[in-house]
């Protein structure tokens, strides 16, 4: 692998009127945007890749100093149904609107590159990635969730649809419907909690089995990846991530 890039953009807090809880690091960490959604990032990439991110160069910025926080009660995602304007206080943001990182990879000449955002007009909920080999390429994006794109230098590029008839034995428990019948969003999180339970059932912690499920671990590489991405920025140096 020579190059893994992507992010994960959404549009939710665009207008200085987009309130919500995680804006304040008193409440919600020091980390947003990377906190939030950035993590989803670079977990699904080390897992995809089984490459570990060791060390980061990160680049942090907020473009909206100050919000309006609605007095009454507002939902995440929901401030943008609210048309009229309800009585607000203005409060002093202190987390990023957005984040872009730079990665080495453990025991890889392969570098990476993440992009995360929170103010990206008319991005709803898109987490996506391009790896690039020697050979060939791999892309994913979530607003197109049932395909894959195979890139090539040499021949046709190929879009592979999620058919239980045409993908490898090894994972063809995640396509739960026929080809052609789009699987979406609530559904991984079927096939997550399927995972854990045939798991638990099935005593594979007994055989010594990786789960192929997020486990504590997981949440807790992430959480040293976030404070290596937040000592980066500080710094602006490259911070090698800790192990323990």
Not at 36 to 53: E, Y
Not at 110 to 124: D, H, L, N, Q, Y
């Amino acid at each position: 692998i020579y190059l893994i890039q992507g992010g994960f953009l959404q549009d939710w807090l665009l207008y200085d009127t987009d309130y919500n809880w995680r804006v304040e690091a008193s409440k919600g960490g020091k980390l947003r945007a990377v906190g939030d959604i950035g993590t989803h990032w670079m977990d699904t990439i080390q897992f995809v890749t089984s490459l570990k991110i060791e060390s980061v160069l990160a680049d942090l910025a907020t473009f909206i100093p100050l919000r309006k926080k609605p007095r009454g009660k507002v939902e995440t995602f929901a401030g943008k149904e609210i048309k009229k304007m309800v009585e607000y206080e203005e409060v002093k943001v202190d987390t990023e609107d957005l984040a872009i990182v730079l990665f080495k990879f453990a025991d890889s000449q392969a570098r990476g590159v993440m992009t995360v955002s929170e103010v990206t007009a008319g991005r709803k909920s898109r987490l996506f990635f391009e790896i690039y080999g020697s050979t060939s390429a791999l892309a994913w994006d979530e607003e197109r969730a049932n395909e894959l794109w195979i890139g090539y230098r040499d021949k046709p590029n190929e879009i592979l649809p999620k058919d239980p008839a045409l993908i490898d034995e090894s994972v063809r428990k995640y396509a739960r419907y026929p080809g052609g019948h789009g699987e979406g969003f609530p559904d991984t999180h079927t096939q997550c909690n399927r995972a854990i339970y045939e798991y638990i059932r099935d005593e594979k912690y007994k055989e010594g089995v990786k789960p192929d499920f997020p486990t504590f671990e997981d949440g807790h590489i992430q959480q040293l990846l976030c404070e290596a991405i937040l000592k980066s920025a500080k710094t602006g140096e490259w911070v090698k991530v800790r192990e323990d």
